[in-house]
């Protein structure tokens, strides 16, 4: 009778199964949905990406099970196929030369754009009316009413602000503005940049000249200041764009090998990129204090133009390599964005467009987690949990 009671206590009935197991998919859904929530965030966060790109990087010519367990005969048509893609990755570094030389020669192309934007942000030309003139796009042109609402209200103000100062000449602040319009780059301004910044009249961008080696130039132009007395500061990147002979599988375009800055002759006091502090020290003896003035380094957008030397052996120190990778890539970003399209950094466009870029991926997420709920509700064998919310003593369980 014991064991007859025994199995009567263990077994259940099938109705209290199916609300168990209703419970378990219940709770095996809010998980999914979850861990699918947070695998977005993640594969939005450059880091982790990062952290992931340069481990699926390590994996690259890592042996695996499965080719241990090949046939040899298979495993020498295997190696073949490895000594094709050897001769891939050189084409390849041809291709990037190739693509560095058009870079070089449409460069001269745009070149006497630039230098008429340059002119027209300092004030050295000013645009006719026709240059002037713009065209909106459709999601900006408004009813004609409006605009000729807005049109006398700005003439208002303008005679308003030339009754109160004189004209302002060119484009003021241009490049500064840009700078603190970028994540990227104002992250690098500390307050006591901006004055400098506000000198600046260009960046331009040089390449090297055909038959040397890969490299870039990035040069600033500053007018005229009360800081230092140089014209121009300079950032040369140094680029190889072939297969590393002990690892040629990483080849991935090419890459930035090193980076040279410039010596800023500052005028004296006004170095930002140093700062003085003052430290009491007391003497373990005779109990006496002295104030010690020492000279430290202090965070500057300039130190940009001093970055770490690379050594012979291409060994650094963490924090070397990570201040390395974050000036590689803000000078990759200079060259590719920041110089074509400086005017739409410094309006917001540039920026919007990288905003909605980021939006769409969230839309497209959504619309496939819509595609499901409706798959869901589609399906014939689909039923509605009787209770979304569980009671918590159910959860435990």
Known sequence: ?????????????????????????????????????????????????????????????????????????????????????????????????????????????????????????????????????????????????????????????????????????????????????????????????????????????????????????????????????NTVLTKTYKMRSEPDESDPFSFDGPEIMGCTGCTIDWVKGKNVTLKTIKKKQKHKGRGTVRTVTKTVPNDSFFNFFSPPEVPESGELDEDSEAVLAADFEIGHFIRERIVPRAVLYFTGEAIEDDDDDYDEEGEEADDEEGEEEADEENDPDYEPKKDANPPEECKQQ
């Open 1 to 229: 009778m014991a064991d007859l009671d025994n199995k009567d206590q263990t077994e259940m009935d099938p109705a209290d199964m199916e609300d168990v197991e209703d419970v378990e998919e219940e709770e095996t859904g809010e998980d999914n949905s979850k861990a699918r929530q947070l695998t977005m965030q993640m594969m939005q966060n450059p880091q982790i990406l990062a952290a992931l790109q340069e481990r699926l990087d390590g994996l690259v010519g890592s042996p695996s099970g499965y080719m241990e367990s090949l046939p040899k005969v298979v495993k020498r048509r295997v190696n073949a196929l490895k000594n094709l893609q050897v001769k891939c990755a050189h084409i390849e570094a041809k291709f990037y030369e190739e693509v560095h030389e058009l870079e070089r020669k449409y460069a001269a192309l745009y070149q006497p754009l630039f230098d008429k934007r340059s002119e027209i942000v300092r004030a050295a030309y000013e645009p006719t009316d026709e240059e002037c003139e713009w065209k909106p796009d459709e999601e900006e042109e408004l009813t004609v009413s409006k605009q000729e609402e807005m049109k006398e209200k700005a003439k208002v103000e303008e005679e308003k602000k030339d009754e109160e100062k004189e004209d302002p000449k060119g484009i003021p602040e241009f490049w500064l503005t840009v700078f603190k319009n970028v994540d990227l780059l104002s992250e690098m301004l500390q307050e006591h940049d901006e004055p400098i910044l506000k000198h600046l009249q260009d960046i331009k961008v040089k390449f090297s000249d055909a038959g040397q080696p890969m490299s870039f130039t990035l040069e600033f132009h500053f007018e005229p200041n009360d800081f230092f007395t």
